[in-house]
């Protein structure tokens, strides 16, 4: 089964919540209004793949994985 491993960049997050949104079982903003990954597998492939086309500043990034 794959998955995806998830890195966002706080350089570039601005906190628009558009990945909360998209996928909010993978990703949460925290205390700094920074997105963060909560379960990356928590979510469909779909919902990853729109949460990253979703980020205004491309602050996301995924890595397909096997396993």
């Not at 089964?1 to 990945?19: D, K, Q, T, V």
């Not at 079982?25 to 700094?32: C, G, H, I, V």
């Not at 597998?41 to 729109?50: G, K, L, P």
Request: aromatic share 8%; net charge negative.
């Amino acid at each position: 089964m794959a998955g995806y491993r998830i890195e966002i960049n706080r350089n570039l997050c601005m906190g628009a919540g558009e990945c909360v949104y998209s996928a909010p079982q993978a990703f949460a903003l925290d205390e700094d209004e920074k997105a963060i990954v909560l379960d990356a597998s928590a979510a469909t492939d779909e919902q990853i793949e729109t949460a990253v086309r979703g980020c205004p500043n491309f602050a996301i990034r995924t890595y397909r994985v096997e396993g």
